[in-house]
């Protein structure tokens, strides 16, 4: 551990500080090796902004966002590890997010509320607010204010792990319009990074990633990267691409692609919401997303409602009988064409 380190952190690994530490107070600071200055604004918010006028991005990694998805936290863990200990120089504006740590501390997806679904400037706050909920309110404020400084690209990763297993282990959701060029060369950059499928998407949503791009005018994108797994239980070798990318990105190295592949285009058909306690998924708890089914089939119920699969092509994407009424219970997906989203 580098002194630089020990000074943020104590003996502390950036992790562990972030859960186990104190409140921070004010706002601690140092220099790095290459002139980076390191700002840690809250728990588990690190900025590392290296002086001069030749930054051509700002980017914002987070994870965390639900507590149980473990790997993504590793990652990024071991990134801000590699960064003080020289072994990765930074030269594009980079914060750092550890979101949901109630839910981390507690090994679950959430405490009280999916707070992927919190990130909403217009909620008014309440005295009996979930931590989740301010957790949310504060993180929206840090990524105004990163994202308020001039940069030529504005760039989110949201890194996650899906509950289900996946037929694309490592896939992206994309809320930027597909046809802007900085879309599309992230696309591009994805597919190098052994991201197998981009999913574009238009709806209103508050999720993360889309507040830091409609909100922030951010390239933004949440990255499913395989299946939930415990702490300790992760191969990080598996996430060894998008390691790679991360790093050749907050380096600014010229990253040459390991191979041409492309990744293949899907966007939204329908958002199945869950309207009553009656909601029934209609295939079996293993199915995993991104399954095609046939014309006919019958993918959910509810008390007064079915979705029945209406064109060739259709697959299934977060499907969760689980979640609170309102909310988002399936996704249908089919690849990429003109057809707009609804939702139900």
Known sequence: MTNSQQKLFGKRSFLDFTLNGKPIEGKPHLMIDNNVRVELWDNGVLYFHPQGDSLQ?????????????????????QLVSDIFAGKIVVKQNLLI?????QSIKASCREVVENMNRLFNNNFTPKSDDSDERER???LMKYSQHFFNQPALQKVHYDLHTAIRGSVYKKFAISPNACELPTTGYQYGLLGQWGIEAILSTQQNSPTYSAFTANTCGATSFTLELGQVKPFGENDLDDFSSVIAGLKATISDDEYLPMNNKVAKRF????????????FR????????NFTEFEVGDVLATDKDYQYIVASSGERILFPN????????????IRPQDNVEASTL
């Open 267 to 278: 966007s939204v058909a329908v958002e199945v919401l869950k309207q009553t306690d009656n």
């Open 57 to 77: 991005q700002s980017i914002l990694l987070s994870v965390g966002v639900h507590g149980n998805e473990t790997a993504p936290i590793e990652i990024i863990d």
């Open 321 to 332: 009988e689980q979640v609170a009424i309102g909310q988002r219970a399936l996704v249908i």
């Open 281 to 288: 998924l209609g295939f079996s708890s293993d199915t995993v």
């Open 97 to 101: 997010v550890i979101a949901n740590l």
């Open 136 to 138: 949310s309110r504060r």
